[in-house]
């Protein structure tokens, strides 16, 4: 069973970046395809990107822009959300997710983490 931890969240001013890792423990890192996730106050979580179990498929959802990179270091069990040209709107929680398959819809994930906080200011 999977264990996520997130860091790197914090504040930035509009236009910064920001750096997201999520490291997992207990269970084996090459079997699950990752995913972030985000949730601003009274909106529902929404897909941000995910990575397939090699790291080889990358995917995003729109509002990306080509501003987000995710990656993954499979010695290490860490997988990255680099964030370039941060918008008030990033604001959310993020959250990194485990799952057998790589997909969008949150409710194909089996494994969380508790969230970091992202807030950019304008």
């Known amino acids: 069973q999977a264990q996520l931890v997130e860091s790197g969240g914090g504040l930035v001013q509009a236009g910064g970046s920001l750096r997201l890792s999520c490291v997992a423990s207990g269970g084996s890192f090459t079997k699950y395809a990752m995913g972030w996730f985000r949730q601003a106050p009274g909106k529902e979580r929404e897909f941000v990107s995910a990575?397939?179990?090699?790291?080889?498929?990358?995917f995003y959802a729109d509002f990306v822009k080509g501003r987000f990179t995710i990656s993954r270091d499979n010695i290490k069990n860490i997988v990255y959300l680099h964030m370039n040209n941060l918008a008030p709107e990033d604001t959310a929680v993020y959250y990194c997710?485990?799952?057998?398959?790589?997909?969008?819809?949150?409710?194909?994930?089996?494994?969380w983490g508790q969230g970091t906080q992202v807030t950019v200011s304008s």
């Open positions: 990575i397939s179990l090699s790291g080889a498929s990358t």
């Open positions: 997710a485990a799952g057998r398959l790589v997909r969008r819809e949150s409710a194909e994930y089996d494994y």
